[in-house]
């Protein structure tokens, strides 16, 4: 069974800082793809980026970048200049093999604070 | 404004009640489904469709039903409520070939007492 583990319950980081939040996987699915999500203290869920597995490249989207490690199943998410508006919850999540990849399996969450 | 639509936003229940979990997405997505987030967790899947009249079970299906009788919605049954359902509950939906995020609504959040 696919699973997505995130060790890091929670993270500090001071603002103007990058941050790194951990995310690993496990499947069995050549192709998959991988999703970061923000959810802040108002309990949305906001889309932060997108890694498929075949991907050449690492994905990135404004401050947001995916350290994407195929051979090792990792794919944490670098927050660059860390700002006081993304302390949050932090969900790592892939499509599910046994869906046809039309849902998302969730890790637990690493809730971050920034700092002042 | 398009996306994806959750009512209601609160709702508190008695053990053994029903109600219906309202979803509805503009965007003409195929995919819609259904999750829910407990303290300490992440999101769990219910049930999921992939078309009109199309649905299937998630990894916690039990005491909900689905149905799909449009496009658009994608409401969410609870049979008979229980303490152990007590949640915030996620509608998603995504496009057949999206490797864009899925669109969540805003999320209800449910009590049973």
């Known amino acids: 069974a696919q699973k997505i583990t995130q060790t890091q319950p929670g993270m500090f980081v001071q603002e103007k800082e990058a941050v790194t939040l951990d995310c690993t996987y496990d499947t069995s699915d050549p192709s998959y793809g991988l999703f970061w999500y923000k959810q802040p203290s108002s309990g949305e869920m906001i889309f932060l980026i997108y890694?498929?597995?075949?991907?050449?490249q690492n994905a990135t989207e404004g401050r947001y970048s995916l350290n994407f490690q195929k051979a090792r199943k990792s794919a944490n998410l670098v927050i660059s200049a860390s700002q006081l508006g993304d302390s949050a919850m932090y969900f790592c999540?892939?499509?599910?093999?046994?869906?046809?990849?039309?849902?998302?399996?969730f890790g637990s969450g690493t809730r971050l604070q920034v700092q002042p | 404004n398009a996306g994806v639509t959750q009512t209601p936003k609160f709702q508190v229940l008695k053990t053994g009640q029903s109600m219906t979990l309202q979803c509805a997405q503009d965007?003409?997505?195929?995919?819609m489904s259904w999750y829910r987030q407990d303290p300490g967790m992440g999101l769990r899947l219910i049930h999921y469709s992939v078309g009109a009249g199309i649905t299937d079970q998630g990894e916690v299906p039990n005491g909900y039903n689905v149905s799909r009788s449009t496009t658009e919605d994608f409401p969410l049954r609870l049979l008979s409520a229980a303490p152990s359902q007590t949640s915030v509950y996620f509608c998603a939906s995504i496009s057949g070939g999206g490797s864009y995020g899925y669109t969540f609504g805003s999320g209800t959040r449910l009590t049973v007492v």
């Open positions: 890694q498929g597995s075949y991907d050449q």
């Open positions: 999540a892939m499509r599910r093999k046994d869906t046809g990849r039309r849902a998302l399996t």
């Open positions: 965007m003409n997505h195929e995919y």
